[in-house]
T-cell receptor
Framework: DGGITQSPKYLFRKEGQNVTLSCEQN?????MYWYRQDPGQGLRLIYY???????QKGDIAEGYSVSREKKESFPLTVTSAQKNPTAFYLC???????????????FGPGTRLTVL | AQKVTQAQTEISVVEKEDVTLDCVYE???????LFWYKQPPSGELVFLIR??????QNEISGRYSWNFQKSTSSFNFTITASQVVDSAVYFC???????????????FGSGTQLTVLP
């Protein structure tokens, strides 16, 4: 089955620790995204990548880091510099190129991170 | 900057009632896309519809319909004969080019929590 997988589903972290959230897709999509969702709010963009070995900061990149070494994978590291990391994290991907269909982002199931 | 407003934070209806979710957007782009996503309790966002800014035709898909009006910058979503399984958070989103012009970014509204009671 084609889709986007995120792991783990739930993650607990102690203050001061870095943690890495996994995002994998087998849709052959070029672009991948990380969003953060806080209760009662919409999604905010953390980082995005349009091509392997290239990524750009979104609106709330401080305290986060990413890598894009493979087309299928876009892991997100939440560093100790992120002051309020407890949130729901969603990964998305989409095709690139011309046409309306390339503008639709498809989402993974999410990872709920809690800082203890 | 782009902005999406979903003024209805929570809506409760009884099963079989019709319900309309409002979405108002702001953009300076002439070409943009509008989306609706559904987020059930499991958390995953499910894509429902995409609408091009040049296409103001309303769309119906089963019990779902969408009313896009450029004149009022609105893209409202109606569920006819609602069912308990429709209970979810619904997000409206706007896609337009980033300032660099190299990529599009999705801007989300804050979502509307729909509860359909049996």
């Amino acid at each position: 089955d084609g889709g986007i997988t995120q792991s783990p589903k739930y993650l607990f972290r102690k203050e001061g620790q870095n943690v890495t959230l996994s995002c994998e897709q087998n849709l052959n999509h070029d672009a991948m995204y990380w969003y953060r969702q806080d209760p009662g709010q919409g999604l905010r963009l953390i980082y995005y990548s349009q091509i392997v070995n290239d990524f750009q900061k979104g609106d709330i990149a401080e305290g986060y880091s990413v890598s894009r070494e493979k087309k299928e994978s876009f892991p997100l590291t939440v560093t100790s510099a992120q002051k309020n990391p407890t949130a729901f994290y969603l990964c998305a991907s989409k095709r690139t190129g011309r046409g309306a269909s390339t503008d639709t982002q498809y989402f993974g199931p999410g990872t709920r991170l809690t800082v203890l | 900057a782009q902005k999406v407003t979903q003024a209805q934070t929570e809506i409760s209806v009884v099963e079989k009632e019709d319900v309309t979710l409002d979405c108002v957007y702001e953009t300076r782009d002439t070409t943009y896309y509008l989306f609706w996503y559904k987020q059930p309790p499991s958390g995953e966002l499910v894509f429902l519809i995409r609408r091009n800014s040049f296409d103001e035709q309303n769309e119906i898909s089963g019990r779902y319909s969408w009313n896009f009006q450029k004149s009022t910058s609105s893209f409202n979503f109606t569920i006819t004969a609602s069912q308990v399984v429709d209970s979810a958070v619904y997000f409206c989103a706007l896609s337009e080019f980033l300032s660099s012009g190299s990529a599009r970014q999705l801007t989300f509204g804050s979502g509307t929590q729909l509860t359909v009671l049996p």
